[in-house]
């Protein structure tokens, strides 16, 4: 058994910012095929949907991000360089690999020495939208705090000794948010070696700079990617062969616990099956250190289901039940009942999911049997859920 006490201490280690940690072999060219896949990422149109009456944005990522670079550095703030962060850098550097990407996350790599710096950075943002704005709207009368109400989903500011760092996203009803994150330093920025990839911006920038030259396989920007997991090579093959790695996974949010399922029902694997047994229960007990409470579970895993399963309805059942499975063998550090609510939620998540897609089977297939548990007080989870939908109260059990 994992001993919780040792985990919590582990956690409670000072780390390396890892945007500022050299590493040998981490940084990569990318081939013809990958700019070019990135520069389809860049100017292709992207709707920022407003709340309301207010109008919906059309926006190409290489204009906001040369447009918010310019008003910071006219501001006084200095950026370093910029990135395409996640599961788009992923989809750049290595296409159809069973997951379509979702936000648009760019990282602006500056230095945050006080809160004046947080303010102009989220106020130059709110300034760009104005740019965006459709012909023959008034823009004198919108300010700035209209402008976060309807079209900003999430406004993120972290400012501790280890972690400075903020985050505005941008609305996409389709689940395409176009997320701005402004780093000063950061302990941890990947959960697995396949998220790891950060790909650098700039010459792409300057290339779209007037006068544009057309980007040929013979002319074209010279971009860079970088693995921030630590060896680019090593991680670009996880991801071509859709193998799961990963290296402390207590310093992560959550142990990486809703990702790494996530990963698993998009038919990845596990690159060291045995290795990632002993991993799967320090994933399992970060993630119950983190959320402790089981309202907490319950919004957690609500949030990632709704953001990372937008269009792909039919596999939030096989999420939720690859995630019971594997809190039910890796979890060791909650006492009984504890386990049992846990393991009841996921349980109610998923017969909600079956209840909304009118794909109940077939009594003849149940092996499992319960009612609700009482602490559940969320009505879509209530005994009022299921008999006004007029289904019965029992799920499929692996």
């Not at 050299?22 to 709707?47: F, H, I, K, Y």
């Not at 950026?79 to 760019?106: E, F």
Request: proline share 5%; aromatic share 10%; hydrophobic share 40%.
């Amino acid at each position: 058994m994992l001993p919780t006490h040792g985990f919590v201490n582990l956690i409670r280690q000072p780390k390396m910012d890892h945007l500022e940690e050299s590493m040998s072999g981490s940084v990569s060219a990318l081939s013809w095929e990958q700019v070019s896949r990135l520069d389809e990422v860049l100017t292709e149109v992207v709707p920022v949907h407003g709340r309301g009456n207010f109008p919906t944005l059309e926006v190409r990522l290489k204009d906001i991000v040369a447009r918010v670079r310019s008003r910071l550095e006219l501001s006084g703030i200095k950026v370093k360089d910029v990135r395409l962060n996640g599961s788009t850098a992923s989809h750049v550097l290595v296409q159809d690999i069973g997951w379509s990407y979702k936000d648009l996350d760019v990282i602006f790599r500056v230095d945050l020495p006080c809160e004046e710096v947080f303010r102009v950075s989220k106020d130059v943002v709110l300034g760009t939208l104005l740019d965006f704005l459709p012909e023959g709207v008034n823009k004198e009368k919108i300010t700035p705090m209209t402008l976060k109400e309807v079209y900003v989903q999430k406004l993120v500011k972290v400012n501790t000794e280890q972690d400075r760092w903020s985050l505005i996203s941008l609305s996409n009803n389709n689940g395409r948010n176009v997320e701005l994150k402004f780093v000063d330093s950061i302990r941890r920025q990947f959960e697995f070696s396949v998220d790891s990839f950060q790909i650098v911006l700039d010459s792409m920038l300057a290339h779209y700079e007037p006068p544009q030259a057309p980007m040929t396989q013979a002319s074209h920007p010279a971009v860079c990617g970088e693995s921030v997991y630590g060896d680019f090579d090593m991680a670009l093959g996880h991801l071509r062969d859709k193998l799961i790695a990963t290296k402390r996974p207590e310093e992560i949010r959550g142990g990486g616990l809703l990702k790494y399922c996530n990963l698993l029902v998009r038919d990845f694997r596990p690159a060291d099956e045995e290795e990632f047994k002993a991993l799967e229960r320090y994933m399992c007990s970060r993630f119950f250190i983190d959320f402790p409470d089981i309202g907490e579970q319950q919004r957690k895993v609500e949030a990632y289901l709704q953001s990372h399963f937008i269009g792909e309805e039919k596999s939030k059942y096989d999420y939720l039940m690859i995630l019971r499975r594997v809190v039910n063998e890796s979890t060791v550090c909650l006492m009984g009942h504890e386990r049992r609510q846990t393991l009841h939620l996921i349980s109610l998540m998923a017969f909600r999911v079956l209840a909304e897609q009118n794909a109940i089977p077939d009594a003849s297939c149940v092996t499992c049997y319960y009612q609700p548990a009482p602490y559940v007080r969320d009505h879509n989870f209530s005994n009022y859920y299921v008999a006004n939908q007029n289904i019965p109260t029992w799920l499929p059990c692996n």
